[in-house]
């Protein structure tokens, strides 16, 4: 009887691939278990079983597999059903959802090896200095990967070389899977059995009494052994005796010691035994009863609380009721900005039961933290993560968290799948019948709309905690200031008043900037001519720090112009403003001050963040500059002011969701001020002090704003009334680009009509060299979203059977943000 799988490969394949399977290996396989299976001519690829069957396929015939490589299911159920419906909902291959969702080390991929024929004579045959080389090394091993023969030749295209081997039948080039998850090991010492002995301890020492460094080595082990009964790393030792390991080899060497390895975990809480101890306000009381009153009614709540109102201790209450219950639970987050501070205070709370998931960790760690959660053991029961993190293989999820659920940062933009983790967190809880809190000081529109109609339940929590006031926001109009020769640089006034207050009285001051660098444009006086990019259709952004000028999309740079590049005159300046540039005035108004920066340039690395904002929590910087990482949840106990520098680069953007962007960055970031019984101050400085928006964020009117802007989406056609799905069409081929983007507006306006919007070119309509080109199309709320996908999918197939269109891709976005 002849069976067969069906197995998801790690490619952006419309469908499924089947293989055959012998019967023994039929019984032993299951579905989530990983196969390695060859694909096209010579590669081989893991993949996920995702159904066994005696169904063989009709159009090929299938390949047998090539080895099962685990001996339980890595994948759940769970997880396979969820895959499913993103693939469906976002309209991507389930070949990037295996992508997105496994830590690498998992995928092995084939990787070319080349292995020496034995029965070669190297020395009769007729070799240049390069094949010489490879068949030497190849004596001395048994087979070399590609990229060990780069590194041997040191030169980049190693392949003619070793196809020339290959022609004169001296090597055979191999597919090769290797696995490259390594566990972590630590090197520990013990005592040698031998000298295990009172007497043989003394005659040890005795025999060590001419060699001093060793001695002090084996003197410091006994004595880590008399205080601790833990085993001794070789780490510890060499800096309690300080020695060095070539010392420590020759005990090893000699049989005084031996080494031995444990593996061990790289994710290892190595703090305080955890407190449970929470001081609820009533206001929080009320909030926690009503959230669960609304949870046996709806899976879903929305928690609506105003900055600094103890919406953090709210989760943490419910994630203890999960755990009681034996269940797990996953708190996202928008930012891994966010995570460094909220993973102390929930370990503060439950030790070492916290693993957190971010891409900021290293392959291995995230290995060990989805093990963990796939054998749901003690130390896999609560998840915090970034939005990757709804992917991991929970067993018993019980509660989703979702913080600052407003975030455009939940929405995956390349490569696909294209997810909005906040949405689909709402799946993921749903397919567990497990509850899901959504919690915002200024929530999208979208989720208080299913909120205000009863999809979701709704908690108001509008009291800080402590009854705390709100910082009083202050409005400065920097166009009189300008006039009035009032501004120093890029700040009034008005706001240097207000940051020599704070500082005078040792508070911590936080000054916003959405925008990175030193200066946005670069301009010549004479002709005007600005540098850009030769690969994007914007201007390069000039970063003082390390003297450069830098393309923000695809990383060009050159160094800092003297003179202008079109006619040679001296007479150039800057343009607009960054972080970088507010650092720089910081320094020269305040030089006595610490200024510190926040933004992608400073915080590259795993600790970046970390460093940055333990610095500003220990008072080590006065004033903190930084970018919108700076607006999303973080509590910082000494801040008193706050300045947002330019509110107006913030409204003047090409989008539907600008004023609802805009309201809630100011509104979050001036939640950092004034946390504590003092009040905090906000000071916004703006061309256009009398905004609507501006005027909302100063009363702090979020139902203003949701009533306007709700209203301008019902008008014009945008979510939550109608759903959108863009199509972003990119090619290197200026007229190509156009001619396809033609033919698929056009072939969708046969179908959906009105609701076609373009195609146009973005914004930015060039970059790394391809051109890019939107359609919009509109589904409105009585049309059917499946069929509507249906329609997509056909057309979509009898574009990509056009060969002009060939070297076009399209990029599918479900929910754009």
């Not at 460094?340 to 392959?363: N, P, W």
């Not at 919690?439 to 999809?455: I, R």
């Not at 072939?747 to 939107?774: C, D, H, M, T």
Request: hydrophobic share 35%; aromatic share 10%; charged share 25%.
């Amino acid at each position: 009887m002849q069976f067969f799988i069906d197995v998801i490969l790690p490619l952006p394949l419309d469908k499924r691939f089947t293989y055959s399977v012998e019967p023994h290996e039929a019984e032993f396989l299951e579905k989530g278990m990983r196969v390695t299976v060859p694909f096209g001519k010579s590669k081989m690829y893991t993949g996920i079983v995702a159904d066994i069957h005696q169904n063989p396929p009709e159009v090929y015939d299938a390949k047998p597999i090539h080895q099962i490589l685990d001996k339980k299911a890595l994948i759940t159920e769970h997880q396979l059903k969820f895959w499913k419906w993103i693939s469906t909902y976002y309209m991507c291959a389930e070949g990037d959802v295996l992508r997105a969702a496994l830590p690498g080390a998992f995928l092995l991929e084939s990787e070319s090896t080349v292995k020496l024929i034995t029965s070669v004579d190297a020395e009769t045959a007729e070799l240049n200095d390069e094949e010489y080389l490879i068949i030497e090394a190849l004596q001395r091993q048994s087979s070399l990967k590609i990229q060990e023969v780069t590194q041997l030749l040191d030169r980049k295209n190693v392949l003619p070389v070793i196809n020339k081997l290959v022609e004169k039948e001296m090597v055979a080039l191999n597919q090769e899977v290797y696995e490259q998850y390594k566990p972590k090991k630590v090197r520990f010492v013990r005592l040698a059995a031998v000298h295990s002995g009172e007497a043989a301890m003394h005659k040890l020492l005795d025999e060590l009494e001419r060699a001093p460094k060793q001695r002090e080595i084996v003197l410091n082990f006994f004595s880590l052994k008399a205080q601790s009964s833990k085993p001794v790393k070789v780490k510890h030792l060499l800096q309690k005796s300080n020695s060095s390991a070539a010392i420590l080899k020759i005990l090893i060497d000699k049989g005084f010691l031996e080494e031995y390895f444990i593996e061990t975990d790289r994710n290892i809480y190595s703090g305080e035994a955890p407190s449970s101890e929470l001081l609820f306000s009533e206001h929080q009381e009320k909030a926690l009863r009503e959230v669960k009153e609304n949870f046996e009614n709806d899976e879903v709540c929305l928690l609506h609380g105003i900055t600094s109102s103890g919406k953090t201790e709210i989760y943490i209450r419910l994630i203890q009721e999960t755990l009681e219950k034996g269940k797990q639970a996953l708190y996202l987050l928008p930012e891994i900005a966010l995570t460094t501070q909220l993973i102390q205070r929930l370990q503060s709370y439950f030790g070492e039961k916290v693993l957190v998931y971010h891409s900021k960790y290293s392959m291995n760690e995230r290995v060990e933290v989805y093990r963990h959660v796939l054998e749901n053991d003690e130390k896999g029961k609560i998840v915090i993560g970034a939005r990757s993190a709804i992917f991991l293989p929970f067993s018993d999820l019980g509660l989703v968290v979702v913080d600052e659920e407003h975030e455009g940062t939940f929405k995956q933009f390349d490569p696909a799948p294209r997810y909005q983790a906040r949405d689909a967190a709402v799946v993921l809880a749903n397919s567990f019948k497990a509850k899901i809190i959504l919690g915002s000081a200024t929530p999208s529109l979208e989720s208080y709309f299913n909120a205000q109609h009863h999809k979701y339940g709704l908690v108001e929590l509008n009291r800080r905690y402590g009854d705390v006031l709100l910082p009083e926001i202050e409005i400065v109009d920097i166009k009189t200031k300008h006039k009035k020769k009032l501004m120093t640089g890029h700040f009034s006034d008005r706001l240097l008043e207000e940051i020599k207050a704070a500082l005078k009285e040792e508070e911590q001051v936080i000054l916003f900037q959405n925008r990175r660098g030193f200066s946005p444009i670069l301009e010549c006086n004479t002709c005007g001519h600005s540098p850009q990019c030769p690969n994007c259709d914007v201007s390069l952004t000039y970063h003082s720090h390390n003297n450069q000028l830098r393309c923000h999309y695809c990383g060009y740079h050159i160094a800092m112009q003297k003179k202008c590049m079109a006619c040679d005159s001296n007479d150039i300046t800057t343009k607009g403003f960054g972080t970088e540039q507010i650092e720089t005035e910081l320094k020269s108004l305040f030089p006595n001050n610490k200024i510190g920066r926040m933004d992608q340039d400073t915080t590259r690395g795993k600790y970046g963040y970390e460093k940055i904002i333990n610095a500003f929590e220990q008072q080590e910087i006065d004033i903190l500059v930084g970018t919108q990482m700076l607006t999303k949840g973080l509590d910082f106990r000494h801040v008193s002011l706050v300045g947002i520098m330019n509110a107006d680069n913030l409204l003047n953007f090409p989008d539907f969701r600008a004023h609802e962007r805009s309201f809630q960055l100011m509104l979050q970031v001036a939640g950092r001020a004034g946390r504590t019984k003092k009040r905090g101050k906000v000071l916004i400085q703006s061309y256009n002090p009398y905004h609507q928006i501006i005027q909302q964020v100063s009363t702090n009117d979020y139902a203003g704003m949701y009533k306007d802007q709700l209203e301008e989406r019902y008008n014009y056609q945008y979510p939550p009334f109608f759903r959108l799905i863009r199509f972003t069409l990119k090619s290197r081929d200026y007229s190509k680009t156009n001619e396809a983007s033609d033919w698929l507006a056009k072939s969708l306006g046969n179908v959906f009509k009105q609701y076609v919007l373009g195609p146009e070119f973005p914004p930015v309509a060039r970059i790394r060299n391809e051109y890019y080109k939107n359609i919009l199309l509109k589904i409105p709320q009585q049309q059917s979203l499946g069929k509507t996908k249906t329609v997509v999918h056909k057309i979509m197939t009898s574009f990509r059977a056009i060969g002009a269109f060939r070297s076009v891709k399209v990029i599918i976005n479900v929910d754009p943000v």
